[in-house]
């Protein structure tokens, strides 16, 4: 029973973080460096609110100066990821966006193993991010040759689809700084410095750069902006939650269900329509997704 409320979790992690996405796609572009400061307000508050009903405040400055570099290098990568997502979302659809940063998370994980850890990938593993670059070609390449849309148009395309490979690769960084933390850290803790890159760095900028962003949000924007930062939030909290019984192999199967939820929402509420060769590019990056992971 407790095993299957686990994965439950995992598999909620997916479905919140693509939630999100269903949110943050309705914000407008001129919110894109006010939402990683607002969704790191939020999550650090609710994450801040769990560690001091768990009593877990006495690690917090208990760990080596390494894993402190660690986290707030992994806060970098996980700000500078979410910023290139806010701005992907608003040109490609949703399961293109998540298909490719998810995938691309996966095969950068083998890559940073081989050259930081020596450990060279199986066969399985080269085949499947193989699979996984095809993919991320028929969805590029080939979608693009069969939507004759104007050339404008499939620059808009093509910049969606390097914007989500960018935070694909992003993430994938901060996700090895952060496992090189959590050595020794406490996953909330791991969570909680999370938050620290967006509200020093992005709050620096808002304080003397972009005084005038949070005055050109309206209400429906908040609408938006609150609810998305909290389904990242409810997406984190699941993951951990799964991470202490599950592996990270395990887990990242479950969120690589992610982009069939986000396909879902992107039909039923924004309408989008997925083509053949964008069809298949998914079918080809989850499949060497799997592969990559049960044969890492």
């Known amino acids: ?43 650090g508050l609710v994450i801040a ?15 080596s ?62 085949f499947g991010g193989t ?5 991320i070609m028929a969805i590029n390449f080939f979608s693009n040759n069969n939507k004759g849309k104007e050339i404008i ?12 490979s960018i935070a694909g690769i992003l993430w994938s960084f901060g996700n090895f700084f952060n496992d090189r933390a959590l050595v020794e850290a406490n996953p909330l803790i791991g969570a909680f410095f ?14 003397f750069f972009f005084r005038n962003e949070f005055v050109g949000i309206d209400k429906k924007d908040w609408s938006m902006l609150i609810p998305g930062s909290l389904c990242i939030t409810f997406a ?9 019984v599950n592996s990270v192999s395990l887990n990242s199967i479950f969120i690589s269900i992610s982009p069939v939820f986000a396909l ?3 039909l039923i509420f924004y309408k989008e329509r997925i083509g053949l060769y964008e069809f298949i590019g998914i079918i080809l990056c989850l499949v060497g997704t799997i592969l990559v992971i049960l044969n890492r």
Request: proline letters at 2%; aromatic letters at 16%; glycine letters at 6%.
């Open 264 to 266: 879902l929402i992107g």
């Open 65 to 126: 100066i390494q894993t402190y570099i660690f986290m707030m290098i992994a806060s970098f990568f996980s700000m500078s990821g979410v910023l290139m997502f806010f701005l992907s979302i608003r040109k490609i659809p949703l399961g293109i966006v998540y298909t490719i940063s998810a995938s691309l998370q996966v095969l950068m994980a083998v890559i940073l193993d081989l050259f930081f850890n020596m450990i060279i990938p199986q066969i399985g593993v080269i």
């Open 153 to 164: 148009s499939l620059n808009v395309y093509a910049y969606g689809i390097v914007l989500s």
């Open 1 to 43: 029973m407790f095993e299957s409320l686990v994965s439950f979790a995992a598999i909620s992690s997916a479905f919140w973080w693509a939630s999100s996405g269903g949110f943050i796609k309705s914000v407008r572009t001129k919110t894109t460096i006010v939402f990683p400061f607002i969704e790191a307000l939020i999550s």
């Open 194 to 207: 999370r938050s620290f890159g967006p509200i020093i760095i992005i709050g620096f900028l808002l304080s």
């Open 131 to 135: 699979i996984i670059l095809l993919g």
């Open 49 to 63: 609110s769990i560690i001091a009903i768990r009593n877990d405040w006495g690690d917090f400055l208990s760990y």
């Open 236 to 244: 984190m909290l699941s993951w951990f939650i799964s991470l202490n």
